[in-house]
């Protein structure tokens, strides 16, 4: 199976602040047809997780631009700037390039 | 609006099967979509268990292959979670989705299932 390594695994950020979270996988996420199929999703405590950004940089429908995603390969980053208190919650990196799909450990996001 | 809603006993006994029902409205389950169970363990840790396809197709986790079938019934828009010879190790949050590529716009709730004697 492919392993998602996020890091860190919490974070304290103040209101108004960036937080960046990593995740690297132990294989290319790079599909057969060309596309990455890792994505990025957020649960907020008591609810179920939302997505936030597909294939690393495509923001869903009704997230802000304060989210933003990069990277290749096996390499990517969730920015979060001018953090606020609806982001809190736990932040999970999720690949689905090869079977079986495969989530990161999660990150968790506190606000200061 | 689409929205999928997850029913089941949130206590099983060891051994036993944990079944799950999850109910889709606003959408119906043969037009498109891979439909997923995904669960949450205490702590962080998310699994995905497997999908059952617009197609009837099935695509099981294979840490879980030989325990988990999922199966549907589409006179009732529904589709099921079985696991069976469950353990303490099956507790967790069971989610029910609908995805493609793991992009999964639509969840329920979660039902909460506890494996205990």
């Known amino acids: 199976d492919v392993v998602l390594t996020q890091t860190p695994v919490s974070l304290l950020i103040s209101l108004g602040g960036q937080a960046s979270i990593s995740c690297r996988s132990s294989q290319s996420l790079v599909h057969s047809n060309g596309n990455t199929y890792l994505h990025w999703y957020l649960q907020k405590p008591g609810q179920s997780p939302q997505l936030l950004i597909y294939?690393?940089?495509n923001r869903f429908s009704g997230i802000p631009d304060r989210f933003s995603g990069s990277g290749s390969g096996t390499d990517f980053t969730l920015k979060i700037s001018r953090v606020e208190p609806e982001d809190l919650g736990v932040y999970y990196c999720l690949q689905r390039t090869h079977n079986p799909l495969t989530f990161g450990s999660g990150t968790k996001l506190e606000i200061k | 609006e689409i929205q999928l809603q997850e029913s089941g006993p949130g206590l099983v006994k060891p051994s036993q099967s944990l079944s799950l029902t999850c109910s889709v409205t606003g959408y119906t389950i043969t037009s498109g979509y891979d439909w997923s169970w995904i669960r949450k363990f205490p702590g962080n840790k998310m699994e995905w268990m497997g999908y059952?396809?617009?197609?009837?197709?099935?695509n099981y986790n294979p840490s879980l292959k030989s325990r988990i079938s999922i199966t549907r019934d589409t006179s009732k828009n529904q589709f099921f979670l079985q696991l069976n010879s469950v353990t303490t190790e099956d507790t967790a949050t069971y989610y029910c989705a609908r995805d493609t590529m793991g992009i999964t716009r639509y969840w329920g709730q979660g039902v909460m299932v506890t494996v205990s004697s």
């Open positions: 294939q690393v940089s």
């Open positions: 059952i396809s617009y197609s009837g197709s099935t």
